[in-house]
């Protein structure tokens, strides 16, 4: 991925894989961009050129914020029916285009074919589920306190929303916050990442065009943080801003949208702890640890990233952990046998080593140590880390197994617990009411006895504690986050006053 100028854009364009993919949609209009810099994507795994773009700048974003606010009354004002069923036409346009989907993910993010098709399925799930949303944005009666009055709560969609989207889920992560928010009554305005503008941007706006969306109800802009700032937060048309991304970036956000009394929806990092006690079924333990750390190369903000194992069980949870890992095969995401596929970038490779190198320094023992070409990295392993080391205090998002060895369980639960995150965890017990008692005690928001700590489901709420992120998506959280409450209250019969 790189900016250019723009000179010699014909030359560049010509190279690109994915040509049609070269517009924002603004205002349900497919055009370029205002910008002076133009941006092309490649495949993280052999680097070609995917697709070029001229980017959107402040004068974009200001007439996407504009349209969506300008047909958001309409679309607040139409039928439940139809906004269902315009959600279900996407589902359904998703399926239809399944293979093309796969395919773009596989490419732009670095996805394998796995962990595309489950990025599909997960995607259409939570769009189903928003589906029913219009039929659930019902007013409620309250009983009153003073004689003869009524009190009346109705819902409300927040108006616009803006979404900011990150590039390791790109669809769905994206999806899980437009979908929401459409189906509640909002416009929507989308800022994808810019390593995934495609995948996580412009085809979900294909997607809702053809399935019959209000045009200018939902716009997508692809910007350059460099070059329009903080002007996508503290726009004066959104009421909302969603976003799901890191911490650091997180509480600017918080920070920029706070001034401007916005809400937000946070949905940040995490350094999830995987806890095995001495009762554990090693094998059960190791099957799930595996999934949990390697699924999308760790890129994950609820993948396993500290590995805490009872001494009792540290050595042969380690040998048998190895041998599993031994067996996942690391390369091209094209390759349908491929697990452990690319990193986004370079940046992230060398962050990675980084954080190994300084730990191993501070005495963490190579168990496994995995090899690197270019942006993918296979498997490491590291045994004997302590939880103040680096490889231990960071989110990785990476293929680098860390165990930190405990000596009982009030050990486990204090190291578990001591993180600036709490977003999600996993605890295995051979007695699941002791495994329950110890999730418990830990502080996250999400919490797995006897699974690996990768969860999500429509219906349950998603968030996490302390740096983690605020507020909680999914099902009626998604309902209660993308909506606001009005109470009218009717005085049927005179009502007396202490003084008038």
Not at 33 to 43: A, C, F, K, L, V
Request: hydrophobic content about 40%.
């Amino acid at each position: 991925m790189r900016f250019t100028n723009s000179v010699n854009n014909e030359k560049e364009e010509a190279g690109v894989k994915y040509s049609k993919w070269n517009k924002l949609f603004i205002n349900g209009v497919w055009r370029e961009g205002s910008s002076r810099q133009r941006y092309i994507n490649q495949n993280p795994y052999h680097g070609d050129a995917l697709a070029e773009i001229k980017l959107a700048n402040r004068h974009d974003i200001d007439e996407a914020y504009e349209s969506a606010r300008r047909m958001q009354k309409e679309w607040e004002q139409t039928p439940a029916p139809e906004k269902a069923s315009v959600i279900e036409k996407a589902v359904a346009i998703i399926q239809r285009r399944r293979e093309e989907l796969v395919q773009l993910l596989i490419e732009e993010a670095g996805s394998t074919h796995s962990k595309a098709n489950v990025e599909l399925d997960i995607a259409t799930a939570f769009m189903r589920e928003a589906a029913t949303y219009p039929f659930r944005m019902h007013g409620e009666m309250v009983p009153s306190v003073i004689p003869g009055k009524e009190n009346r709560l109705y819902r409300s969609p927040v108006g616009v929303v803006g979404v900011i989207a990150p590039w390791n889920f790109p669809l769905h992560l994206a999806m899980r916050s437009i979908v929401s928010a459409v189906a509640t009554g909002n416009g929507v305005v989308l800022k994808p990442d810019l390593q995934t503008f495609i995948s996580g941007g412009l085809v979900i706006a294909d997607i809702f065009e053809e399935a019959g969306l209000p045009k200018g109800l939902f716009n997508v802009v692809v910007a350059d943080l460099g070059e329009i700032g903080d002007y996508f937060v503290e726009h004066p048309i959104p009421g909302m801003i969603s976003f799901t991304g890191s911490t650091v970036a997180g509480r600017h956000i918080a920070s920029v949208a706070g001034q401007h009394l916005k809400k937000t929806a946070l949905e940040l990092g995490g350094n999830n702890a995987f806890i095995v006690l001495d009762d554990a079924d090693v094998k059960q333990a190791v099957s799930a640890a595996v999934f949990g750390k390697f699924m999308h190369q760790g890129q994950i903000c609820m993948a396993v990233n500290r590995l805490i194992v009872d001494r009792k069980k540290y050595v042969e949870f380690i040998d048998v952990f190895k041998e599993k890992v031994l067996q996942l095969k690391a390369g091209d995401p094209a390759d349908p046998e491929t697990v452990i596929g690319p990193l986004i970038n370079r940046n992230q490779v060398n962050k990675i080593l980084g954080l190994i190198e300084k730990s191993v320094s501070q005495g963490a023992r190579v168990v496994l140590e995995g090899e690197v070409r270019g942006n993918l990295m296979s498997p490491f392993i590291l045994a004997d880390v302590t939880n103040d080391m680096p490889i231990a205090q960071s989110e990785i998002f990476g293929p680098v197994a860390v165990i930190i060895p405990v000596e009982n369980e009030e050990e486990a639960i204090r190291i578990a617990n001591d993180s600036p995150y709490g977003l999600s965890g996993s605890v295995f017990s051979g007695s699941w009411e002791r495994g329950l008692q110890v999730a418990q005690k830990i502080r996250t928001g999400m919490i797995h006895v006897n699974d690996q700590s990768i969860n999500d489901e429509p219906h349950i709420p998603f968030g996490g504690e302390k740096g983690s992120g605020l507020g909680r998506l999914n099902g009626k959280w998604s309902l209660e986050e993308f909506t606001t409450i009005k109470w009218i209250s009717i005085q049927h019969q005179p009502r007396s006053y202490p003084f008038s």
